[in-house]
């Protein structure tokens, strides 16, 4: 494909987004949030990861990336000064309105890519609601693809089988914005995890001591890029998989 398959909103003028609508009706939407990434990552990590993915992916498949939402449902953080979080059903309002939004303009199809896994299941009840009469869009949304196979990749174990603050992460920011990363602050923490978490109030909050959860120390920009290449493939494949499903052709020629 030519550089005509994919195109950066939020660099574009109004005559370049509606020309590529035209022709390629499909979208990407990086979501993040803006949350406490312990002492060494800033609090967009998951932000900054979401979008630099979604632009990936958008090269090797095609659609216009929209600007990276910022802000996201993080409950668990609510009470640590470094965190923000929208409630669930704002949350919940924002990406009905934002893909209703788009639909109004041509887009026939949008992958919601989140780059904080609590997102996920927000956005999950929002399209359940569009499904029913509110837009005719065809929605594929869920975190970034290729985390299982860094998980299986990586040099440490993972907290309960989360992530955050700690290898992949680390590393990923390492590939992406490695001026932000503080490695000097970089620490392994793995909190306690009592039998009730999961089924009770208790959340990652509640237990967190430095904000890392998992093995930080081990990260390195080589796993990040190779992960960042593994996470747009991926991702690349199921975004065109989802829209060859539902019989969804741009213009573009290959």
Known sequence: M???????MGTATMPDVRDFVARVPFAILPVGSTEQHGPHLPTNTDTLIAEAIALETARRSCGIV?????????????DNPASLTLAFD?????IRDTVESLSRWGVKAVYIM????????VIKQAVRE???????VKV???MYAGLNQMQAEAESKSWHGDIHAEEIETSLMLAIEP????????VADYPPVPADYGQSELSMGHLMRTGVFGDATKATEEKGRRWLDLAAQQSAELWSGF?????????VQS
Do not use: K
Not at 66 to 78: C, F, M, N, S, T
Not at 179 to 186: N, P, S
């Open 90 to 94: 704002t949350y919940m309002r924002l």
């Open 114 to 121: 989140s780059g904080h896994g609590a997102n996920s299941q």
């Open 66 to 78: 929209l600007p990276a939402q910022p802000l996201g449902y993080a409950w668990v953080w609510r």
């Open 140 to 142: 594929l949304f869920g």
């Open 179 to 186: 001026h932000l990363v503080h490695m000097d602050r970089a």
């Open 243 to 251: 829209l060859a499903r539902h019989n969804l052709t741009t213009g």
């Open 2 to 8: 030519t550089p005509s398959h994919y195109l950066e």
């Open 130 to 136: 569009m499904i029913h009469g509110v837009t005719d």
